[in-house]
Structures are given as C-alpha cells and as structure tokens.
C-alpha cells in the first residue's frame, strides 16, 4: 500500500499512502495502511509526497490525510484524482498542492526534487532528498521505457547528475525477470495489427490508469476503421481528466455506450474496465450478459491487454470461462503476450539505472520476498551494499555505520468500513480470549488449475499463546488446501477458518484468539 515514512531530527515527511483490496474477506473490502503505529511513536508527518496516480499510492490519501492535516504536493494528474477523491469525501482540497515534474522544493530539513521517469501512468516521478549530509533516491515505480506513448523517455542525463547517491529506495517488482521490459510503442503497434485483423466487435480490457494504453488502443481503432467506446466509471474519470491535462489530444472521439446498437459490429472497440475479474465491472456486466447497451455473440472478440495481479487468476478464469461459453474469441498474456508491458523495470533496467546513479546504499521495495532477493543480489553483482529485505513496520536507520533494522512493529490489517477505517473484523482482543493469547496466521497462497498452495514458510505469530508444533501445523495446512474447492481468496478463507480453529482446540492446550490472514502469492517462475 506503499505509505514510507521518512524521519530527520524528529520531523518527518510521508511518501504515498495507497489502498488494496482483500480478496480474502467477503464482500472484498478495501484495506488501508495500519494509522496506529504512527501514532504510537509519535510520528506526524509535516507533509505527504505523492510519486504517482496509482490507486495503491493514492487510495487511502482521503482516508488517513484527516489524521495529519498536512500539506500534499503532486504532479497535475495525481492532484486531479485526489481532488475527485476529497470532494467525494466532502474534504476541502486546499491542501493539495500541484507541483510540475522536474521541479524542486523544500519541507526543511528535506529538500526534494520531482524527477520524472515512465511508467504505466503519465507524469511518475522519482523524489530525490537531500537531508543533513544523505542523499536519498525514492524511485516509486519505474520502467526505462524508449517510446511510452505519453510524455518523453527517461533523461538519463539527470540521473547520471545525481551520482553518487547514498541510498535508493527501489522498486523490486520485476527483479527476476531476466532482460528488459516492453515498450508501450510496442504494444501500441502489436494492438493496430490485431485490431486490423479481428472481425465482429472489440472488448479491449486495461487498466484505467493506463492512459497510453487507451490512447493506443484508440488509435489502432481508428486506423482499422472502428469506433470506440469507453465502459467504467473509473475509465470514463481517469480519461476525463486527463483529456482536461491535454494527455488525451490525440484520442479520436468517443461514441456514448447508449449508441453502440446503431453501429455494425465491425465498427465498434469498446475499452473496458474489469481485466481482473471484478465483480462489479464493465467487464464482468458483458460477460452475463447484463450489459444495459451491448450483447456480445459468438465470433466477437476479447482482449485482456493486463497481466493478471496474483490472487485473480480464479476469478479472471471464471470471466474467460464465461467468454467461451458465449463463443468469444480472447487474447490474453498466455497467446498474445505482445498485446501488454509491464510497468516496472526487469533486470537490464535495473543495472543501467544503478550504473547512473551509482548508490552506496540499496533497500529493495515493492513485490514479495523472492523479490527483494533478487533485486539483493542484483546489487550484490554491482557492489551495492543492500542488507535488508524489509517488511511492513520496519523502522530502518541508515547512518554513519550502515544501514539496519532498528525496531519491528506488527501491522494488523485496517479496513475501510461504512466509511470509516476500522482494524480488521475479530483482532479486537477481549479479556475472555486475551488470558488465552492471540495467535496470528499470515497465509501466502497461489491459484493453480487443480487448486490453491502455498507459497514459501508459514508466518505464525503467537502472543501468550502455548506453543504450536509448526512443522505438523504445516503439512496439516498444506492437506487441506489440497482439499479444500475454493474460487475465490474469500471463499478459501470462509472454509479453512473453521477447520484451522477446530485443529488447534485438538491440539493446543488453551484455545487463543486466531487472527487468519490470507494472502495472495505470485508463483515462482521455472
């Protein structure tokens, strides 16, 4: 959910403050940084930096900013969104302020500039900071993109300037992968040849925030002759303001949804939302058939120009499922990979980018623990000194000696309930279960064809709770994922809770307060 605190001499600044959605719980609620640890170690952040319009950079700014009431500073489209999200919230914007890509500014002790690189959202920037005597590169989310469709690449001379740098705070999403990541150009042109090719309709599913997909994918439309049309709310706000920007000069013009009857199949793109398989979207509506404006028939076409975020691969299948049961034709990652580029930089990328800024210091950010390994040894090759792979509520020093972890704080889940933010639902302790101890439960979990597994070691946390025998509990837990028929990280959940509480009344001897989190895995690649 990318919220990093940044302390100096007592005063703090905080870098993004994004949501996810837990698929593990029913009804798929938002879930929100953890706002008590900053409290409790007296941290009030002077104000909040936002590198980039990504809803896990963004999404929880209207949630927490309450609690600090500090100023913001985004690039033009950021603060566009921000403002939306405050005025839904009935919260002044006045504190958002907008401030250009490229330029700097001061929060003493900070000094910070905005450094604009590419990503999967125009206008992503690095924060460069300089305080006392340490120079600190946060890169957010990046990828060395030549032709991103939307703004200009990566000028590597202002990087090559910052060198040496102290620390860099990086991105280690795509760190195993070997080579470099694709080009938007690329897509854009792999779309134009696929559109030109297709008969009946088009349902190009992308993210919103993906405003050089749109762009292309309405480009390729009108060069094969068709017409688009936008479906989702979130699409329809994304490009609105950024069309409000000038990002969006170059789209042809729009066809309302409610007039995409009169118009033969062979004219129509529509861009949708929904390529994770939500159940709320564009996407999933002209799935079952339930769309107000459009059927899709046999012989029409569906194009998932995203990757599959981990933990939505069964819901993703069910919507495919749904597809071919209509006789829809489906291009995916798996038999069209061109049709999609990640947004975050591969292992040349990563090399290029170190070789620029030449850090001393590296933490690995972003992505899960193979991850962070990789990038680790990737600094290793480079003679980058990267100790720690960090988790969620760590307080890390760096120093005249180094970097370390000087104090770990446990996050416990907060969701976002009627409308307020709340600790996850059964972690408030009450004194009948708090004499017996509180066991905690992290389970990393991934989707295969046959059923769900899990992913590296068991997180187990007990609190005054007597002590579980971890590696009978393991083979015990792995039999019943093996067991259990789930579709969905909620539904797994809901079947494995009574089971895991009914086996440790069998085997422990005080029943403690159980705290199950399910979490979704990316499989490790062969």
Not at 128 to 156: C, F, Q, S
Not at 236 to 250: C, F, K, P, S
Request: glycine fraction near 8%.
């Amino acid at each position: 959910m990318n919220l990093t605190l940044y302390g100096y001499d007592d005063r703090w600044i905080a870098v993004d403050c994004g949501m996810m959605i837990r698929q593990d719980l029913p009804n798929s609620p938002l879930q929100v940084p953890n706002p008590d640890t900053p409290e409790t170690l007296g941290i009030k952040p002077r104000a909040l930096f936002i590198t980039h319009g990504h809803e896990d950079h963004i999404g929880a700014v209207a949630w927490l900013w309450p609690k600090w009431n500090c100023p913001i500073y985004a690039t033009p489209l950021a603060a566009g969104l921000l403002r939306m999200k405050f005025a839904e919230h009935q919260l002044s914007s006045a504190a958002i302020h907008v401030i250009e890509p490229g330029e700097a500014m001061e929060c003493a002790p900070f000094s910070l500039r905005f450094l604009p690189l590419t990503h999967s959202i125009p206008e992503s920037c690095a924060l460069m900071m300089l305080v006392g005597e340490y120079r600190i590169l946060h890169t957010g989310d990046w990828k060395l993109d030549p032709e991103p469709m939307i703004g200009a690449p990566i000028n590597a001379r202002h990087f090559q300037a910052l060198a040496p740098v102290d620390l860099v705070v990086g991105d280690s999403t795509n760190a195993p992968i070997l080579g470099h990541s694709g080009s938007e150009g690329d897509v854009a042109r792999a779309l134009a040849k696929t559109l030109g090719e297709c008969k009946g309709r088009v349902v190009v599913s992308c993210f919103a925030s993906n405003l050089a997909r749109v762009l292309a994918i309405g480009q390729a439309a009108q060069q094969s002759g068709r017409r688009i049309s936008l479906m989702g709310r979130s699409m329809e706000r994304m490009v609105g303001i950024a069309r409000g920007l000038g990002y969006m000069d170059d789209l042809p013009p729009l066809v309302p949804p409610h007039d995409l009857g009169y118009l033969p199949p062979d004219e129509v793109v529509i861009i949708a939302t929904g390529s994770q398989g939500e159940p709320r979207a564009a996407l999933q509506r002209l799935a079952q058939g339930r769309h107000p404006f459009v059927d899709l028939e046999a012989g029409d076409n569906v194009i998932f120009s995203a990757k599959a975020i981990p933990g939505n691969e069964r819901p993703i299948e069910q919507l495919k499922r749904r597809f071919a049961q209509l006789g829809v034709n489906i291009f995916d990652e798996t038999n069209h990979p061109e049709l999609h580029a990640t947004g975050h930089p591969a292992q040349e990328e990563l090399i290029k980018f170190y070789q620029w800024v030449r850090p001393k210091h590296l933490i690995p950010v972003h992505g899960e623990a193979r991850h962070q390994q990789s990038h680790q040894e990737i600094a290793a090759s480079l003679g980058i000194n990267a100790p720690l792979a960090p988790v969620n509520g760590d307080v890390l020093v760096l120093d005249g000696e180094g970097l370390r972890c000087e104090a770990r704080h446990p996050q416990p889940p907060y969701i976002v309930n009627q409308n307020s933010v709340m600790p996850h639902p059964g972690l408030e302790s009450s004194k009948n279960t708090a004499r017996r101890g509180s066991l905690y439960l992290a389970l990393p979990v991934a989707a295969s064809e046959t059923g769900w597994w899990r992913i590296g070691r068991l997180m187990l946390d007990s609190s005054s709770a007597s002590p579980v025998d971890e590696d009978s509990f393991s083979e015990w837990l792995d039999d019943q994922l093996e067991d259990i028929e789930a579709e969905t990280l909620a539904d797994l959940r809901l079947a494995l809770q009574p089971r895991l509480i009914h086996w440790l009344a069998e085997h422990m001897q005080h029943m403690p307060e159980v705290h199950l989190q399910i979490m979704a895995a990316e499989a490790p690649t062969t």
